[in-house]
Nanobody, 115 residues
Framework: QVQLVESGGGLVQAGGSLRLSCAVS????????MGWYRQAPGQQRELVAR???????NYADSVKGRFTISRDNVKKTVYLQMNNLKPEDTAVYYC?????????WGQGTQVTVSS
């Protein structure tokens, strides 16, 4: 069974930075594309960044130029470097495969950006 453990969230002022981590176990990982999603209160979960098995990346327009997704296939970990954070980035952040998620989700990590 796949397990996803997100960490690294917190409270930060607008303009600040955070680095999220997601440790993955129970999957081949290196053969899987991975992504970061976020869900703000009252809103649907949205995919904000994804990285292919080869390292190709893609971002939602709302985070392009500010967020960077990366992966370490040895550590089976995916990262999200978030710079120049804005209050609208406040959400719970989750990792999972993009578009065809694993059946289970992690607990997520809360990111709160104050203005």
């Amino acid at each position: 069974q796949v397990q996803l453990v997100e960490s690294g969230g917190g409270l930060v002022q607008a303009g600040g930075s955070l680095r999220l981590s997601c440790a993955v176990s129970g999957s081949t990982f290196s053969a899987d594309a991975m992504g970061w999603y976020r869900q703000a209160p009252g809103q649907q979960r949205e995919l904000v960044a994804r990285i292919g098995w080869s390292g190709t990346t893609n971002y939602a327009d709302s985070v392009k130029g500010r967020f960077t997704i990366s992966r370490d296939n040895v550590k089976k970990t995916v990262y999200l470097q978030m710079n120049n954070l804005k209050p609208e980035d406040t959400a719970v952040y989750y990792c999972n495969r993009p578009y065809v998620p694993f059946g289970s989700w992690g607990q997520g990590t809360q990111v709160t950006v104050s203005s």
